[in-house]
């Protein structure tokens, strides 16, 4: 009754392959599981507008899977590993530069659940702020909906922010 | 401020290729973050044992993803797509025919996670199945011994079945 467990290593798998080497489509598969793009709007009154947009694409998992967390940080070439909460830790990329590389790749390898719709507004997000747009009123006021549309969960925070835009620029 | 979102359609993807035409390692990929393998065992006072084992892999998603389900259908050319819990539909294989097709797949293209281990697990008592092992009392004692190590959640109840058949393989 004991040891039952044995031939149990990853050594019984396939030769000549690493176990963390990840394909394209493996990183897809995985991301339309675990994956996240969420863009936050919080207030910031260095900024021009009073908000800054926080654009970010994560990865949660549990920390006995961390090295699957780092092995997705070599295959996008950005982005870091930290702690997250309750013993489990993400993989988080937030730089604009480094979200241009996981967009090209998300552009280049669709998505197939309906998470490709939040990927495409969230992509829609990063270009827009590479122009700058983020940094005036109307670029700005144009971000806050599509983050509005974006992700399942309900941002009654986001409609303030909406509102409180819309009214500077009726009144500008 | 309004059609912002032109251009999001599917048909700005590569083109050739279907959408819903799924590639081995996005498989993994999906199943390493969505899919569960899980062995039930529930009493049944109509088999010689007195349980009944029920091993199953499932991978559950939100209505809006249903074509992905049967997607992993055509995939698998196995199992099931049913209506789950709130709104959520699930993919499931039950059978042992089909479950031998899923284990093979997932030995030759290994998952990634830890969820691998379960999948490992998993796969012996598929193994011990196709044997009959499952029918006589030692062979159900060693499946529960395997079943309890597998999943995250608590199972405290399978403590209770082990115990049982434990005395009875003591008593016999």
Redesign the interface.
């Known amino acids: ?1 004991v040891g ?2 044995r031939d ?1 290593t ?1 050594t019984s ?2 030769r000549g392959r690493k ?2 080497d ?13 994956g996240r793009f969420f863009v936050g709007i919080n207030p910031d009154p260095k900024t021009a507008t009073g908000y800054q947009v926080l654009p970010e694409f994560t990865i949660v ?2 920390k ?2 961390i090295q ?1 967390l780092y ?1 997705l940080k070599r295959f996008f070439r950005c982005g870091v590993v930290r702690p997250d909460n309750e013993g489990r830790y993400a993989y988080r990329v937030r730089n604009l530069k480094g979200l241009r590389q996981v967009c090209d790749f998300f552009l ?1 390898h ?1 998505l ?3 998470k ?2 939040d990927f ?2 969230f992509h ?1 997000v990063i270009t827009m702020m590479e122009r700058g747009d983020h940094l005036r009123l109307e670029g700005l ?2 971000i806050v ?2 983050a509005m ?1 974006m992700n ?1 969960q309900e941002r009654p925070q986001l409609k303030q922010v909406a509102l409180e835009i819309s009214n500077r620029l009726r009144v500008g």
Chains 1, 2 share one sequence.
């Open positions: 009754m039952i467990l149990y990853p798998y396939p176990i963390m990840l394909s394209p489509d493996w990183v897809v598969g995985f991301t339309d599981g675990e998992q549990h006995r899977d699957v092995a280049h669709p197939k659940t309906k490709r719709i495409l507004r829609r006021f144009e909906q599509i549309k399942t």
